[in-house]
């Protein structure tokens, strides 16, 4: 079981390009999560999905789009870089139920310049 | 909104002494409580969670933390630190009891220094 994988780990962007960060799950967890880590501020929530074709804004959705065709993808995208996106990104699953463990991937350390 | 926040940013330890990362929580119902650890580069990995069974809750790698209402409190203790202890440790409230859907809020964290 790979759990949760990220893609990719490290990237560059200049202010104004679009990329899509990648996850896959294959917990077959219903309930997926993207986080932004910033130093001295802990994860922020960016969006959320609790299942396939179901998607919410989170804290800080601003600058970000996601999607949820399937169970095992909820893939991030960047539409418009800006330095303010520069940050750590992980994608988190879980079952979902108020108390249970969430699953985290590597992370994606992003830069944009 | 249930918070949560962690009082130190930094601790620093000698190997071998006590750990204790301190957290208080705000909620207005019976929170769930988590801590997480983050080592340099990797993920975030579940180091223990309380959801209201007993109020001292043991996790890996020889870690407990204590729930306390009256306190608003979920510190983080460990008798004696090893050096691969050293990390970002992050408390973590669970919200969505009225919904059923589970939001995680992070404190922003208390990086653990242990000095030989």
């Known amino acids: 079981n790979a759990g949760v994988t990220q893609t990719p780990k490290f990237r560059i962007l200049k202010i104004g390009q679009s990329m899509t960060l990648q996850c896959t799950q294959d917990m077959n967890h219903n309930y997926m999560y993207w986080y932004r880590q910033d130093p001295g501020m802990g994860l922020k929530l960016i969006y959320y999905?609790?299942?396939?074709?179901?998607?919410d804004k989170g804290e800080v959705p601003n600058g970000y789009n996601v999607s949820r065709s399937t169970t095992e993808d909820f893939p991030l995208r960047l539409e418009l870089a800006a330095p303010s996106q520069t940050s750590v990104y992980f994608c988190?699953?879980?079952?979902?139920?108020?108390?249970?463990?969430?699953?985290f991937g590597q992370g994606t350390r992003l830069t944009v310049v | 909104a249930q918070s949560v926040t962690q009082l130190d940013s930094h601790v620093s330890v000698s190997e071998g002494t006590p750990v204790l990362l301190r957290c208080n929580y705000s909620?207005?119902?019976?929170?769930?409580l988590f801590w997480y650890v983050q080592h340099p580069n990797k993920g975030l990995q579940l180091l223990l969670k309380y959801t209201s069974a007993a109020t001292l809750v043991k996790g890996i790698n020889g870690f407990e933390a204590e729930f306390k209402k009256s306190e608003t409190s979920f510190h983080l203790t460990k008798p004696s630190a090893h050096m691969s202890d050293a990390a970002e440790y992050f408390c973590v409230v669970s919200e969505g009891r009225n919904t059923g859907f589970q939001k995680l809020v992070f404190g922003t964290g208390t990086r653990l220094l242990v000095s030989p």
């Open positions: 999905s609790v299942g396939a074709g179901i998607t």
């Open positions: 909620s207005s119902y019976s929170p769930s």
């Open positions: 988190a699953t879980c079952r979902g139920t108020v108390g249970t463990e969430a699953f």
